[in-house]
């Protein structure tokens, strides 16, 4: 396999031991939470070049990702849904393994990594891939879509899966732009433009 040329950082993650008084702050509030311990890369490194606003997006993130009533297969499955759309590499590498953990086929997961439809999933998780891909594509859902998630979620399950998109839309963005370190022996999950 031919070696991919991987984008250069234009953010390079910060050593730990490097951090100012309100760097550790964060970095403490972020493994303190439902996380735990995590390796300070990703919008976690991001966030560190501005600590007030990475407290409240930390927060937020802890809850979205471990703290809805979205059981943790299906809440994987639209961060996966969200990395496709976005191309986010980091975000795949971290969450691909995550969702496979908590239940996604792996034949799913590849069907979502190469932009198709993974016909042979749930239906659950087909409601979510269908209205996933609306939402990003026309930005709004259509009835039948929105009813095919909301009999399984409810009104809260609505609100918080709209959540976890949208969290995740903006991690995406913020590890695109700024070309997150992703792990060099990783193979990238997506071509790079």
Known sequence: MPKVKRPK????NPREEELNAEQRKLLA???SGPRGKVPLSGPFAIWMQ???????????GGYVRLCTSIEP????????????HWRAQYEWIAHAPI???QGVKPATIKAI?????????????????DFV???????RVSDAVFKRVHKRFGNKGMVELLGILG????????????????????????KEP
């Not at 950082?9 to 390079?12: K, Q």
């Not at 990475?54 to 937020?60: D, F, I, S, T």
């Not at 990594?113 to 891939?129: F, H, M, N, S, V």
């Open 99 to 101: 969702a496979e953990r």
């Open 50 to 60: 501005a600590p007030e606003f990475g407290h409240y997006a930390q927060a937020l």
């Open 113 to 129: 990594q190469a932009g198709r439809r993974p016909t042979k999933a749930p239906a659950d998780e087909l409601a979510i891939y």
């Open 133 to 139: 891909k609306e939402l990003y594509r026309d930005r």
């Open 73 to 84: 297969r299906l809440s994987e499955f639209a961060i996966l849904c969200t990395a496709r």
């Open 9 to 12: 950082t234009r953010l390079p």
């Open 29 to 31: 509030a972020i493994q």
């Open 167 to 190: 969290y995740y839309a903006m991690v995406s963005m913020m590890l695109n732009v700024f070309r997150a370190e992703t792990p060099p022996d990783k193979p990238l999950p997506f």
